[in-house]
């Protein structure tokens, strides 16, 4: 069978969605490789056959990431400093290029590989995507062209791809434009304007796999509600909002498991009420398996697991990309979005209830479950990988 190498940036939020396709084409007997950091070299061992680790050199504080202005090019020029140091290391660890090759789009040195091996490749992007008709920029990033900043960093990509002597262009780079086959881990359904987008992008839905480094959840008993609340793990740095959280939910009856992740001191939260279940982590596809509401910051990941389990949500968004999916989530008619400025507990115990209480978005929440699942999710993914290659097979020369 054939060997598939994985090039993702070393973030939860990129390489955690492509675990259920990578281990879709290990279980289709083919071998799979991973290059990542030793952070997440044991998650990316569990659903391949080999794993590259590499040193992140070039990280940046993405917490301070607001991706609009000054901060999005600060992004992009870690992104690029990233390409450039990996470049080599990853070309030593692969003196035989793959079979074909999977990259996230922000994982702009898989694209560079991947055309240097004249190697199949699938592009992946577990986030909304843009074209014509829809973009993230035209709404929610805003970035001057009059920022020197931001021609430095041009400069600097330009005279890369020219050091290459690639043929992949810094738009393309940028964009993601020209890529043969793409693949995206949401449904149709979620993206904005789904219907405009052409063959060449295969909206798959989420891929999941269980975490299992996040342990086991187990429900012990059947009240009603249960509700989830997480702000994820890179945004999560506010303990008034979990505070705020845990003063609504009191004496809310049923059950609430708060995950408030590395970026909050739990002691300083203090004595959660009985009701609630106070965590640091928390193995989430276990919990909205029987969930009855998410309070979420509308990250994709999440809002894909939310949808694939048919979870209505109430969307609490930290940044530009988790806005616009926070206002997708309420388009569509899975949820609505709360500002979290001087938010006070009454205020969130009466969205709270009125959410439980919206029998119309737990409805739209169900559909949405079946046509996400109905996307095909992992094998439909695994078929798209498979179809590159049978393509590559058809174009060489027979003997």
Known sequence: MAHIAFFTPPSAGHLNPTLGLAAELLRRGHRVTYATTAEYAARAGEVSSDVVEYQERFAGDFRSFQFSG???VDAMAASLAETEALLPVLRDAFPHPPDAVVYDNAAWWG???????????????????????????????????LQ?????????????LRKLGTDVTAK??????????????????????????????????????????????????????????????????????????MDACA???????????????LDALGTPPPNVELRRF??????????????????????????????????VPQMAEERANADRIAEVGAGRVLATDGLTAPA????????????????RALELRDATRAAGVAAAAADCVEASLHEAAALEPSN
């Not at 004496?251 to 909050?264: E, M, N, P, R, T």
């Open 348 to 363: 969130l115990r009466a969205e709270i209830e009125r959410m439980l209480a919206d029998t119309a978005i737990r409805r």
């Open 70 to 72: 000054r901060s999005l």
């Open 282 to 315: 928390v193995a989430q596809l276990h919990v909205l398996e029987h969930a009855d509401l998410f309070i979420t910051h509308a990250g994709m990941g999440s809002t894909m697991e939310a949808l694939y389990h048919g979870v209505p949500m109430l969307a």
């Open 148 to 160: 020197p900043r931001l021609w430095l960093f041009l400069a600097r990509l330009g005279g890369l």
């Open 172 to 245: 393309q780079l940028l964009t993601g434009d020209g890529a043969p086959r793409r693949v995206v881990f949401i449904p149709r359904e979620f993206q904005f304007r789904g219907e405009t987008f052409d063959d060449t992008y295969r909206f798959v839905g989420p891929c999941l796999f269980e975490r299992r480094f996040l342990g086991t959840w187990e429900r012990t008993d059947d009240r009603r509600p249960l509700i989830l609340v997480t702000l994820g793990t890179i945004y999560n740095q506010n303990p008034q909002f979990f505070r705020t959280c």
């Open 111 to 145: 694209r560079l590989l991947a055309a240097e091996w004249k190697t199949p490749a699938v592009q992946v992007s577990p986030m909304l995507v843009s074209n014509d008709h829809w973009s993230m920029s035209e709404r929610y990033t805003k970035l001057s062209a």
């Open 251 to 265: 004496d809310l009856g049923g059950h609430v498991v708060i995950a408030v992740g590395d970026g909050v001191d």
